[in-house]
C-alpha cells in the first residue's frame, strides 16, 4: 500500500519541542519533495515547511523561521520536521506531503494548493498550558 504516515504528535507546553516524522510506505522518497501543512480549527490548510528532493533547498513559512526545521533521510525513507519554542498559535494538525519534482522550485511547490502524489492522515499538535 502506497502511503505517507504521520507520528510525533501531542500536548505540548509553550516553549517546548516535538519531532514529527513523516514515514513513506510502498514508494521511495528520493524523487520526492516533502512538504509539512498545518490546519487549525476554522482556518484553512498552510504551508509550514518543505524540503526538496535533493534536500538541498528548504522553505519555510515566516511564523516558524528559526524555530522549525526540516530535514529528511533518504536512507530509512523518513522525513522530518523539528519544532522548538513552539507557541499555543502552532496547534493544528499537521501533514506531510510527498510530491515528484520536476523542475518546479521549493518555493512554487510549497503551497497546499499544490498537486502531490501522496498525503498523510495528520497528527494533532497542541500547543498548551
Known amino acids: 500500500q502506497l502511503q505517507l504516515v504521520e507520528s510525533g504528535g501531542g500536548l505540548v507546553q509553550p516553549g517546548g519541542s516535538l519531532r514529527l516524522s513523516c514515514g513513506a510506505s510502498g514508494f521511495a522518497l528520493d524523487h520526492y519533495l516533502i512538504g509539512w501543512f498545518r490546519q487549525a480549527p476554522g482556518k484553512e490548510r498552510e504551508a509550514v515547511s518543505c524540503?526538496?528532493?535533493?534536500?538541498?533547498?528548504?522553505e519555510y513559512a515566516d511564523s516558524v523561521k528559526g524555530r522549525f526545521t526540516i530535514s529528511r533521510d533518504d536512507a530509512t525513507n523518513t522525513a522530518f520536521l523539528q519544532m522548538d519554542m513552539l507557541k499555543p498559535e502552532d496547534t493544528g494538525v499537521y501533514y506531510c506531503?510527498?510530491?515528484?519534482?520536476?523542475?518546479?522550485?521549493?518555493?512554487?511547490?510549497?503551497?497546499?494548493?499544490?498537486?502531490?502524489?501522496?498525503w498523510g492522515q495528520g497528527t494533532q499538535v497542541t500547543v498548551s498550558s
Open positions: 506531503a510527498a510530491g515528484r519534482q520536476f523542475i518546479a522550485t521549493v518555493r512554487a511547490m510549497c503551497r497546499p494548493d499544490w498537486k502531490y502524489d501522496y
Open positions: 524540503i526538496s528532493s535533493s534536500g538541498r533547498d528548504t
